[in-house]
């Protein structure tokens, strides 16, 4: 049984910083394409970042228009963890932001993934 567990998630001012950590457990993240949604109320979860594994040294990152700019994808393999680092928060910015591990695709699709993690709030103060 893999499990993810979202963290990092608070309240920012505009302009602010913050790094989410998605911690597996069960499997080495590795063994799947890992990706980062956000949510909020009255809406679908949005694609904002994935990650995968290429060879044994390799990763590749996608992401989002949206997040592009802004957002980074990373993973520790001693860990077991994957972040999303994020810049220059707006309030736009704020959602409840998902972990996911998945083996479908495309990966910027909910429906590729077949694990979620509970999710960790963002909220960004104006």
């Known amino acids: ?11 920012v001012q505009t302009g602010g910083s ?4 998605c911690a597996v457990s069960g499997r080495a993240f590795s063994s799947y394409y890992m990706g ?6 009255g809406k679908e979860r949005e694609f904002l970042a994935s990650l995968r594994r290429i060879g044994v040294d390799r990763e590749y990152a996608d992401y989002a228009d949206s997040a592009k700019a802004r957002f980074t994808i990373s ?16 309030p ?3 959602a409840v932001y998902f972990c996911a591990a998945g ?11 077949d694990y979620w993690g509970q999710g960790t709030q ?3 103060s104006s």
């Not at 049984?1 to 309240?11: A, D, H, W």
């Open 1 to 11: 049984q893999v499990r993810l567990l979202e963290s990092g998630g608070e309240i």
């Open 18 to 21: 913050l790094r989410l950590s």
């Open 36 to 41: 980062w949604f956000r949510q909020v109320p």
């Open 75 to 90: 993973g520790d393999n001693t860990q077991n963890t994957v972040y999303l680092q994020m810049i220059d928060l707006k």
């Open 92 to 94: 736009e910015d704020t």
């Open 103 to 113: 083996s479908k695709y495309p990966a910027t699709v909910a429906q590729a993934y």
């Open 122 to 124: 963002v909220t960004v």
